[in-house]
């Protein structure tokens, strides 16, 4: 259900569902409806994955759409899951080692 989604993601990010809501232009009612199945439209929807920095469909099916792995090789789901287990502000700093790898194997030839 869309509110279990969201508060699980709130929670797992330290941040309380009804402000990052309201921020996002949603409002107590909202809140209430999904608690009660309620579907959300696109907008809010679009808005907390933003907000929340997670892709739409893991707000709209859960957690366990993250842990799909699609990947040729056993190294480069290994490396997914190695991403994936870092908190947000390590996967920047891994991305950005990456690509000074990258970098530095175009400019040698490699």
Do not use: H
């Not at 279990?4 to 809501?21: M, R, S």
């Not at 009660?36 to 759409?65: C, Q, W, Y």
């Amino acid at each position: 259900m869309f509110y279990d989604n969201l508060k699980a993601i709130c929670t797992e990010k330290g941040l309380k569902i009804t402000p990052v809501v309201l921020e996002c232009g949603g409002t107590r009612g909202m809140l209430g409806g999904w608690k009660n199945g309620a579907a959300p439209n696109s907008d809010i929807i679009m808005k907390l994955s933003e907000r929340l920095n997670v892709p739409t469909d893991v707000l709209l099916f859960g957690k366990d759409s993250r842990d799909i792995i699609i990947a040729t090789d056993e190294d480069e789901q290994q490396m997914l899951r190695l991403f994936r287990s870092l908190p947000d502000r390590e996967q920047i700093k891994l991305i950005g080692r990456a690509e000074l790898l990258v970098e530095q194997s175009a400019n040698s030839g490699q």
